[in-house]
């Protein structure tokens, strides 16, 4: 399912991936796995996505999507 780009997820967004060892700087736009990577290079340190609230209610599979870009909706 294709994440929307809500204030509510944005919100939680910024409290996870905010935490994140890997948060790119600057961490603009947030919301990765709906808006798409970032044009910051990425060190990958471990990824917060899979205990996020988000993740969890629109069942996304894969990790780092602020360095590989929103996942692929299923319909
Ligand atoms: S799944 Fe990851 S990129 Fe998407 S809202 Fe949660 S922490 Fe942010
Ligand atoms: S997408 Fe994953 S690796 Fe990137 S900042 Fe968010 S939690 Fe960290």
Known sequence: MRVDDTPDNL??????C?????????????LYCSRGRTETPVNK????????EVFK???LEGAYFCAEGAPEAEE
Do not use: E, K, T
Request: proline share 17%; charged share 15%; net charge negative.
């Open 18 to 30: 905010g935490n994140c060892p890997s948060l790119p700087h600057p961490p603009a736009p947030f």
């Open 11 to 16: 919100d939680i967004c910024m409290g996870n």
């Open 57 to 59: 209610r629109y069942g």
């Open 45 to 52: 340190d471990g990824c917060d996505c899979s205990g996020c």
